[in-house]
């Protein structure tokens, strides 16, 4: 199994500030033939199912505001939250989906400072 | 839109089978080749069940796959999942989901349903 491991666990951060969440797994999750990283972000929000936010790494779902952003390749990826605003209070987690079974990291709560 | 709506008993007896059925509204289960159950137990992270196509094909987590088993049922347009033998442990809010066209990522999640086990 692909192990995710997110870092930190928790942050809070001021609104209007950046939120940096990473995400490393314990294989590459790069397919070399297409070049595309098989990883996804989603966040959770309190009594609602998780929301996906990117795909491939870096392509935001459509609806999703531009503040999100999905960065990095093989087995370190990072998740960034431009300017936080407080409808963006919620659990994320990052996914892999380059093999089963399909792993989730531990999850990460940001809160405002 | 689509949307997607879980069901089934919200207690289940140590021992027992929890059954749920996820019911595809506003358009076919055809429309979709895989569909997904992901759980959560309380106050921890998102765990991955499975996976099915809607021609049948499954896949399972190996940690569960030999208690799993997941089923498509075009006629009512609904997939479900059955997990037997259940403990305390398997308590948690079940999530269906469908599977991203070309990803194996999830874009589209019903609400969820408690399910608990316990006597």
């Known amino acids: 199994d692909i192990v995710m491991t997110q870092s930190p666990d928790s942050l809070a951060v001021s609104l209007g500030e950046r939120a940096t969440i990473n995400c490393k797994s314990s294989q590459s999750v790069l397919y070399s033939s297409n070049k595309k990283n098989y990883l996804a972000w989603y966040h959770q929000k309190p009594g609602h199912p998780p929301r996906l936010l990117i795909s491939w790494a870096s392509t935001r779902e459509s609806g999703v505001p531009d503040r999100f952003s999905g960065s990095g390749s093989g087995t370190d990826f990072t998740l960034t939250i431009s300017s936080l605003q407080a409808e963006d209070v919620a659990v994320y987690y990052c996914?892999?989906?380059?093999?089963?079974?399909?792993?989730f990291g531990q999850g990460t709560k940001v809160e405002i400072k | 839109q689509v949307q997607l709506q879980e069901s089934g008993p919200g207690l289940v007896k140590p021992s027992g089978t929890l059954s749920l059925t996820c019911a595809v509204s506003g358009g076919s289960i055809s429309s979709n080749k895989w569909w997904t159950w992901v759980r959560q137990a309380p106050g921890k992270g998102l765990e991955w069940i499975g996976e099915?196509?809607?021609?049948?094909?499954?896949n399972y987590s190996p940690s569960l796959k030999s208690r799993v088993t997941m089923s498509v049922d075009k006629s009512k347009n609904q997939f479900s999942l059955k997990l037997i033998s259940v403990t305390a442990a398997d308590t948690a809010v079940y999530y269906c989901?469908?599977?991203?066209?070309?990803?194996?990522?999830?874009?589209?999640w019903g609400q969820g349903t408690l399910v608990t086990v316990s006597s």
């Open positions: 996914q892999q989906y380059y093999s089963t079974p399909r792993t």
């Open positions: 099915i196509y809607n021609g049948g094909d499954t």
């Open positions: 989901a469908r599977v991203k066209v070309d990803t194996s990522c999830y874009d589209l």
